[in-house]
């Protein structure tokens, strides 16, 4: 059973009526009082809250006790040895089940965060945590208490000691700005700056910051932020890769995508028909796909000359509800795309088909991302129910569902990163999970 959903038990045992609540317990019936009375707690939303916070609790007690069953049946390492040593197993599908037999038996530990500035350590809550291609750092954005974020760097290095620490180092300055998008960029060297998008009650701002900014060098030698400009309420971003459009970033914006050149200073604006909440480019080709509030995928080649009536569109898909996040494929022949109403599907790109599935994945509103990870074959995405769910790529196999340290509610939805090499090369596999103002582990047993 889905840890998210509401219980069937009253539906089951007795017939639902308009205003009333079953209680199973009691055997009776109660009734439903208006949302806006807070001194009695038969309201809907407390109701369906408390049952969530229950079966949340009951999850956490099982993890703890590592009373973890397989997914697979017949799924153990002494099996898959077996099978992989009389070659009825290929390195690769060896591989992919011997992480998910590890994914399944993650077991959860507390990180503690080092700052050279103290008094900052652990005072806001992680809002977003994006990590660098090598998974060597993590880049963060945290709420701040009187409004706006901060960012700062986080280095993984630490985590391969017992101790399970983590230096973190933050910037000079806030923003009054929501942060509403970030991805790492490539300038001078990989992963040297980073791609901001903020938006306010007054227009947002899309800029973009070294790396080097979070150091823990002499404050007076840090760099300044490179780019800087304001525009219309900012929802998502992206940084290309090929050769024939570097140093380019795109911002998807109200009804348009801004491409910009930061070298040049060149800018080129695309007309779209609703708002772009997901944007990725191709790195085989000069290609940036994006997401919409309409439901609608699409591709532009930013090859392409700004023209009055020319339509941009190329490889057009279409969800039932707003895309929320994309991925495309490492052979850029797939591309995963979630939304709105909770689905997940991968398309082939050359059939312009959904060729499959990915189910119990819930939302209803919020811009949650997708974590593809294709080395290991799985698939992660944290929900609005605040759950974080683990799949197999390959099959669609819903392989494990993490319940949240903290009670669910609208400002506790996790943030995660997912690599079996976080802290680098030689780092430790694992989930990293940041909710509140506390960062997790949960690491290969």
Same mark, same amino acid.
């Given at each position: 059973?889905?840890?998210?959903?509401?219980?069937?038990?009253?539906?089951?045992?007795?017939?639902?009526?308009?205003?009333?609540?079953?209680?199973?317990?009691?055997?009776?019936?109660?009734?439903?009082l208006p949302g806006h009375n807070n001194h009695n707690p038969l309201t809907k939303d407390s109701i369906q809250h408390k049952a969530m916070e229950c079966k949340r609790l009951r999850l956490l007690e099982e993890e703890e006790?590592?009373?973890?069953?397989?997914?697979?049946?017949?799924?153990?390492?002494?099996?898959?040895? *077996?099978? !992989?040593?009389?070659?009825?197993? %290929? @390195?690769? /599908?060896?591989?992919?089940?011997?992480?998910?037999? =590890?994914?399944?038996?993650? *077991?959860? !530990?507390?990180?503690?965060?080092? %700052? @050279?500035? /103290?008094?900052?350590?652990?005072?806001?809550?992680? =809002?977003?945590?994006?990590?660098?291609?090598?998974?060597?750092?993590?880049?963060?954005?945290?709420?701040?208490?009187?409004?706006?974020?901060k960012y700062g760097i986080i280095n993984l290095s630490g985590l391969g000691k017992e101790s399970l620490t983590v230096e973190m180092y933050d910037n000079l300055y806030?923003?009054?700005?929501?942060?509403?998008?970030?991805?790492w960029a490539s300038l001078t060297?990989?992963?040297?700056?980073?791609?901001?998008?903020?938006?306010?009650?007054?227009?947002?701002?899309?800029?973009?910051?070294?790396?080097?900014?979070?150091?823990?060098t002499n404050p007076g030698d840090r760099p300044g932020m490179l780019c800087s400009f304001k525009i219309s309420t900012a929802w998502s971003c992206a940084w290309c890769l090929n050769p024939q459009a570097d140093n380019c970033f795109s911002t998807g914006l109200t009804r348009r995508v801004l491409v910009t050149n930061v070298v040049t200073g060149h800018?080129?604006?695309?007309?779209?028909s609703s708002d772009v909440l997901a944007q990725q480019f191709a790195t085989q080709t000069p290609v940036l796909y994006n997401g919409c509030r309409s439901g609608e995928i699409f591709s532009i080649d930013v090859r392409q000359r700004n023209r009055k009536g020319q339509s941009w569109k190329a490889i057009r898909l279409f969800h039932g509800s707003a895309v929320t996040s994309i991925h495309l494929m490492e052979a850029e022949h797939y591309l995963m795309a979630a939304d709105m109403a909770g689905k997940i599907k991968l398309w082939d790109l050359r059939t312009a088909k959904c060729v499959k599935q990915y189910k119990g994945h819930h939302n209803e509103y919020a811009l949650l991302p997708l974590h593809v990870n294709e080395e290991e074959g799985l698939l992660i995405a944290v929900g609005q129910d605040c759950y974080t769910r683990i799949w197999s790529l390959q099959d669609a196999h819903l392989l494990r569902t993490i319940p949240s340290p903290h009670p669910s509610s609208k400002d506790a939805i996790p943030s995660v990163v997912f690599s079996s090499r976080l802290g680098g090369s030689r780092g430790v596999p694992g989930l990293l999970m940041a909710v509140k103002q506390d960062l997790y582990h949960f690491s290969y047993n």
């Open positions: 059973e889905d840890p998210s959903s509401s219980s069937s038990t009253q539906n089951s045992v007795a017939p639902e009526l308009p205003g009333f609540y079953y209680d199973p317990e009691k055997n009776r019936y109660f009734r439903l006790k590592q009373n973890q069953k397989t997914t697979r049946a017949g799924l153990n390492s002494s099996v898959l040895l *077996q099978k !992989r040593q009389l070659g009825l197993l %290929s @390195p690769t /599908s060896y591989c992919r089940l011997v992480h998910e037999l =590890k994914v399944n038996c993650m *077991q959860r !530990r507390k990180i503690e965060i080092h %700052s @050279p500035d /103290s008094s900052v350590t652990g005072t806001n809550n992680f =809002k977003i945590i994006v990590a660098d291609v090598a998974c060597e750092r993590i880049f963060t954005v945290n709420d701040v208490e009187h409004g706006g974020c806030f923003t009054n700005r929501k942060v509403n998008s970030v991805c060297h990989p992963d040297s700056h980073l791609c901001l998008m903020g938006i306010a009650e007054t227009p947002g701002c899309a800029s973009l910051l070294p790396a080097s900014l979070f150091s823990s800018r080129q604006t695309f007309g779209t």
